[in-house]
């Protein structure tokens, strides 16, 4: 096939696509440049799987060649993929899947792989345009296009894919996906702007992603295969729907409304005996018991789909009889955990996170390699889901996929609120959020138990946090948006879209869809409900902690600070470390030495704290004429002992000065490693110092 190229101007820059050069034995595969960033993306599918999920793959992959850069570690190569490969992964997988047929069950996966970077233009956002693109051009089921936009805004104008450095001084990010002039997918954070102002940003997003979107309709045209026809794991007798439907209705008719979590679930199990009794021998096609209890199986399911769908559309009633702008009940605790730095539990309905806090040093941040960049990380969330949250038990491993999205995601909402002058609140900050029970919106439980734990910790955060989580059931015509989903809601209907902010504004936005996309006008609508979900949020939050501490917990540890000459950091530091080394082992504190001096003292208790201090001073210090000091025997001459008064620093005691009677032999009175007290007699230009222990009354016990 011969190579292809399609390009567009976007933002001031070039966007390039490009196919037919690279991975032909792909289904499709596209090339795509963008400024000095460039990825390749192939996707590929085949083989009919038989399971309840569709089987679909989403492997970003970052090369650190793509910025001239070797892996650091032992094996020198890229192992498995790092956090942030894994959100990007996510971010991409929530446009695709709503837009394959529902009925495609072909194993599929979409690769992309990070070829350079320009440390500005973004490869995550050519990712999710190369996957859309490579979907288009082949025989793969896909009812695209769709294309993602970032926008950002400095100086209260909007930019459309802003670089790395502008996004420095952006108070927007907000990656927008979009089919057609609806919206797919919302990933992002905001620095507490209003709903008509991200709503403003969603618009913008919208108008420009349509030109990409044209720029891919360009390529399929040129090159795009004709679509496969979906192969079906096996076929659904005509009536069953229908006759499951009419045993299933009445079970779920009982206990739907009564606010029992697993009621409809339970129902259904109850709906499937019926179900395989009644309905035993009337399917005489299927010779296969396995078969038909699996036909029955997804009968059920799809039964109870149905009667939720209708029961909301219709009757506007919720299955725990909630109407549709209702928040469940809210309790929340503060200082539930004896020895963390701060904790808290926030409980709404039945998801429940226990969130903790715990402060430390420079020494505690987290080292960031990517891509886009180094730097060390001072803020950290980390969600947990135990499998006991939900009444399951499964093995206890590492974070999943979900774990870490749901922690990026609570992260992100409490980021724009953290303390920003280091001279103030020096800290690292770790939040820790474990799940105890869940029933939809555990991630924005966190965010609000994290604002709840900061507050009790007395993390001087500028306000306070929550997040809701909003439900939507369309059948295309008709809709009805829900207030703080519930796992159900979340499983049977349309759309989870998570707002979190203040009381002045959203601090953190995601959305994902199970239908092709919602108008930007159902979206505002949500946005609005949002809002009025949150403060009444705020407010049962604040009725328990509305500010922080104003003292932290007597468990944290304490940070001091001092400032030494920059000529004096080497002294401190000493030959090898060995100056810094013996005062964090005399004293048990963390020591950390910034390029221009500032040395911040961690420890958690307070007279090591001043000794570390003490000895800090007097090792960047100037010995003073006449000042007394405790120091030590480092060695002995003929004529004399040089005795170290602060770390790194030694003068001599001449054999004159030794005592006030005559001495013959230094090695008669002074040993190697002999504590004693000297005077500074004098300090010369080249920097030499003479001591004195004459009339200096010395400590016998040393």
Same mark, same amino acid.
Request: proline share 4%; net charge negative.
């Given at each position: ?61 970052? *090369? ?55 440390? +500005? ?8 345009? #190369? ?53 797919? /997918? ?14 403003? =940003? ?36 005509? #009536? ?18 009564? !606010?029992?979590?697993? %009621? ?10 019926? %179900? ?26 799809? =039964? ?33 955990? $004896? ?9 709404? !309905? ?44 499964? $093995? =206890? ?15 992100? &909402? ?24 869940? @029933?939809?919106?555990?991630? +924005? ?11 009790? &910790? ?10 809701? =989580? ?5 059948? #295309? ?70 500010? $922080? *501490? ?5 468990? &944290? ?10 000529? /004096? ?7 090898? !470390? ?30 090591? %704290? @001043? ?25 002995? /001459?003929?004529? #004399? ?62």
């Amino acid at each position: 096939m011969a190579t292809v190229v399609k390009q567009r101007e976007i933002a001031g820059r070039t966007l390039s696509i490009e196919t037919g050069r690279m991975a032909k034995q792909a289904d499709g595969a596209v090339y795509i440049t963008y400024g000095g960033s460039a990825v390749l993306v192939a996707a590929t599918s085949g083989g009919l799987r038989d399971l309840p999920f569709f089987p679909l793959t989403i492997e970003y992959r970052e *090369r650190k060649y793509a910025s001239g850069k070797i892996p650091g570690g032992f094996f020198k190569r890229e192992g498995r993929p790092q956090e942030n490969e894994i959100l990007t992964a996510r971010l991409i997988d929530r446009p695709l899947r709503p837009l394959f047929p529902n009925d495609y069950m072909e194993e599929t996966q979409v690769f992309i792989l990070v070829l350079s970077s320009d440390d +500005q233009n973004d490869p995550s956002l050519l990712g999710m345009l #190369g996957a859309s693109a490579s979907l288009m051009i082949s025989d793969i089921p896909w009812d695209g296009p769709v294309s993602s936009v970032k926008i950002g805004r400095i100086n209260e104008e909007f930019v459309v894919n802003p670089t790395v450095d502008q996004l420095e001084d952006s108070d927007i990010d907000l990656v927008v996906a979009v089919k057609g002039t609806d919206v797919v /997918m919302l990933e992002g954070s905001t620095r507490q702007l209003s709903e008509a102002e991200v709503m403003e =940003a969603i618009r913008l997003a919208a108008s420009e992603a349509a030109k990409i979107n044209e720029l891919q309709i360009e390529l399929r045209e040129a090159v795009g295969r004709e679509k496969r026809k979906s192969e079906k794991a096996f076929e659904i007798p005509d #009536g069953l729907q229908e006759a499951v439907n009419a045993i299933a209705f009445p079970e779920f008719e009982k206990v739907y409304g009564n !606010g029992i979590k697993n %009621a409809l679930s339970e129902a259904g199990k109850i709906a499937r005996d019926n %179900a395989t009794e009644e309905l035993a021998g009337k399917y005489t096609e299927i010779d296969d018991e396995k078969l038909l209890a699996r036909i029955l199986s997804d009968a059920v399911n799809e =039964a109870e789909k149905l009667f939720a769908r209708q029961k909301l559309l219709v009757d506007h009633m919720r299955p725990d009889g909630r109407n549709e702008g209702d928040v469940r009940k809210i309790t929340c605790e503060v200082g539930v955990l $004896p020895r963390p730095h701060g904790s808290a539990l926030f409980t709404r !309905g039945e998801t429940q996170a226990l969130v903790a806090v715990t402060l430390g040093g420079a020494r505690d941040e987290q080292r960031i390699d990517g891509l886009l960049g180094e730097y060390m990380k001072d803020f950290m969330l980390h969600y947990n889901f135990p499998s006991f949250s939900v009444g399951e038990v499964r $093995p =206890a491993r590492g974070p999943g996929r979900r774990e870490i999205g749901h922690g990026h995601l609570a992260e992100t &909402a409490l980021a724009s609120v953290m303390p920003k002058n280091k001279t103030e609140f020096n800290y690292t900050i770790r939040i820790v959020s474990d799940i105890l029970e869940s @029933n939809g919106s555990s991630s +924005q439980a966190t965010i609000c138990g994290g604002s709840l734990s900061l507050m009790d &910790a007395g993390v001087p955060i500028t306000d306070a946090v929550a997040g809701v =989580a909003l439900g939507l059931v369309t059948d #295309g015509k008709d809709y009805i948006i829900l207030s703080d989903i519930a796992g159900v809601e979340d499983h049977l209907g349309d759309m989870d879209l998570k707002i979190a902010g203040t009381a002045r504004g959203i601090t953190a936005i995601q959305m994902d869809l199970k239908v092709e996309g919602i108008s930007l006008d159902i979206l505002s609508e949500a946005m609005i409900r949002a809002k009025g979900n949150r403060e009444y949020i705020l407010n049962e939050m604040n009725s328990v902690i509305s500010s $922080p *501490r104003d003292e932290l917990s007597e468990f &944290a540890p304490r940070v001091y600070t001092i400032q030494i000459e920059k000529d /004096m950091i080497g002294k401190l530091i000493g030959p090898g !470390g060995k100056n810094i080394r013996a005062i964090t082992e005399e004293t048990g504190a963390d020591i950390n030495i910034d390029d221009d001096g500032t040395v911040v003292v961690l420890s958690d208790d307070a007279e090591a %704290a @001043n000794r570390t201090l003490e000895l800090i001073e007097m090792s960047t210090g100037k010995p003073k004429l006449g000042q007394i000091y405790d120091g030590v025997v480092a060695n002995i /001459m003929n004529f #004399g002992a040089f005795v170290e008064i602060m770390p790194g620093t030694d003068g001599l005691v001449h054999i004159s000065q030794i005592s006030e009677n005559r001495v013959e032999n230094v090695e008669d009175v002074l040993k190697r490693g002999q504590h004693v007290r000297v005077k500074v007699k004098a300090v010369k230009n080249d920097g030499k110092i003479d001591l004195t222990m004459k009339g200096v009354e010395q400590d016998v016990d040393k």
